[in-house]
């Protein structure tokens, strides 16, 4: 039930379309125990945040500057 | 209210970077310097004629790249309708020997490949070099793969429209996806990302 390579990829597709409900219960079960796919988790959090600083859609600095 | 936006628009210090970020950012999606150049040129040009709008330089900034990416998503329009189906699937056949490396047969990491933490990036240089490295593991990508990872994170298109442009299921676009972010991950700590300070932390 609970392997990576499947995991990996359901936490891909979590940013990008809605998990079902026994797909977020296989990612909620694995993760506690697996600190590989939570660094992933975090690693692929971190590029969108990335590419999107890149591409001025949401400038990392942009919030503060205003005020 | 104006004033104080004409004058940060013509900071040439703030100008001479944004159009770098442009540029940066044209290129890695159209993979062509001359091409990339025109983009920017024509977005600038766009974004200048409105400029007295803008207070602030990150709003201007915001405002040029929401240009870009337009002129950007017509150009790959025009330049490539569909994906050859099995030249993707053969890129994706591909995939099987990255997966051979990352995971064990029972489908768990293999030691040496299980995702470490990265430091947090708290100097300058260490920003500097996390883009670099970004940039270098972006280029880096197989051609289908790349190509979707930046329609969907770089300008902003969700998979529908992804799919619907490049004319694939929506499997085929969430495993290019998939396969962008675990291939820019593993690259990214293989770049030493993982080193030194995580290194001890495991």
Known sequence: MGKCKHITRLLSDALDRSLTTGEWVAIRLHLPTCSGCRNYRDQIRLLRVAARSVSGIETVDGAKRDE | ?202
């Open chain 2, 1 to 202: 209210m104006a004033q104080v936006g004409t004058a940060a628009l013509d900071d040439p210090v703030y100008l001479t970077q944004l159009r770098q970020q442009l540029v940066r950012f044209a290129r890695l999606q159209l993979r062509d310097a001359a091409a990339a150049e025109d983009a920017v040129q024509e977005a600038l040009a766009a974004a200048w004629t409105n400029a007295d709008r803008f207070g602030a330089q990150s709003e201007h900034k915001t405002w040029v790249f929401g240009i870009l990416r337009h002129k950007l998503v017509d150009t790959l329009r025009a330049r490539q309708r569909t994906i050859n189906l099995s030249a993707l699937e053969a890129e994706l056949d591909g995939e099987a020997l990255l997966d051979r490396e990352l995971f064990k047969d029972n489908g768990h990491w293999s030691r040496e490949t299980k995702p470490r933490p990265w430091p947090t990036p708290e100097t300058a240089l260490r920003r500097q070099q996390f883009w670099a490295f970004f940039e270098m593991c972006l280029d880096n990508l197989p051609e289908h793969i790349g190509r979707v990872f930046m329609m969907r994170e770089f300008l902003d298109l969700d998979t529908e429209a992804i799919c619907a442009e490049l004319q694939i299921n929506a499997n085929h676009c969430s495993v290019l996806i998939y396969r962008a972010r675990l291939r820019l991950r593993t690259c990214l700590g293989e770049k030493g990302l993982a080193s030194e300070d995580a290194n001890g932390e495991v």
